[in-house]
């Protein structure tokens, strides 16, 4: 009997936690949107950044394949200073930022300038294995903060709706 009426319970909860996944899902658009509002200055900086991040990131690959982990420790040290949120900002463009993006957009620029200086010291030290680590982990950051915050620039990312999940079976 008891197990009926857990069953019960549990078949009247989980169209509930559905409807939170799909509410949480529809949250984080409207965090998007929040980047979609910077004004067009502080847009093109991030974009900036953003390209010079991806350059960075790729020119890291050969070094780490040639050893020269001076190299590497450079770009990374750039990597973790010259961040759109860290400089370039006037006190009202900062201002805006700290308004439009939430919290965790800033938790997760912060994890990523972390990540580069560990990357910057590995590499310092002539650590390969510790270098690889960093760089995946900052890899990893990439699409991580993109799915929340930049489906707009890369829809590839946007979760997969109910019946496309159905499709691939
Ligand atoms: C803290 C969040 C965050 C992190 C971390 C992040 N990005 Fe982005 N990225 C964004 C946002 C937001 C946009 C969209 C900007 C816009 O629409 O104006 C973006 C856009 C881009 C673009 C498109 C730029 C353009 O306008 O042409 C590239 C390329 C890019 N990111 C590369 C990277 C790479 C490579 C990494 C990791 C090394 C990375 N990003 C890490 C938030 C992030």
């Known amino acids: 009997m008891k197990l009926f ?6 078949s009247l909860l989980l169209p509930t936690m559905v409807y939170a996944e799909n509410k949480s899902q529809h949250a ?24 010079a ?8 690959i050969p070094a780490f394949h040639a050893g020269e982990w001076d190299k590497i420790a450079a770009t990374a040290g750039k990597m973790k200073n010259s961040y759109v949120l860290k400089q370039k900002l006037s006190e009202s463009q900062a201002r805006e930022l700290h308004t439009l993006l939430p919290p965790s ?6 994890q990523f300038h972390y990540l580069a200086g560990m990357l910057e010291h590995a590499a310092k030290n002539r650590k390969a294995e510790l270098i690889n680590f960093y760089f995946s982990e900052m890899n990893r950051s990439c699409p991580a903060c993109h799915t929340l915050f930049a489906t707009h620039k890369f829809p590839a990312l946007l979760p997969a709706k109910a019946d496309e999940q159905h499709s691939q079976h």
Do not use: N
Not at 5 to 10: A, N, R
Not at 53 to 60: C, D, K, N, T, Y
Not at 105 to 110: G, P
């Open 105 to 110: 957009f800033i938790e997760k620029d912060r």
């Open 5 to 10: 009426i857990y069953l019960v319970c549990l």
């Open 28 to 51: 984080e658009h409207k965090i998007t949107s929040g980047v979609e509002a910077l004004s067009s200055d502080l847009r093109d900086l991030l974009s900036r950044e953003m390209r």
């Open 53 to 60: 991040l991806e350059s960075g990131m790729m020119s890291i």
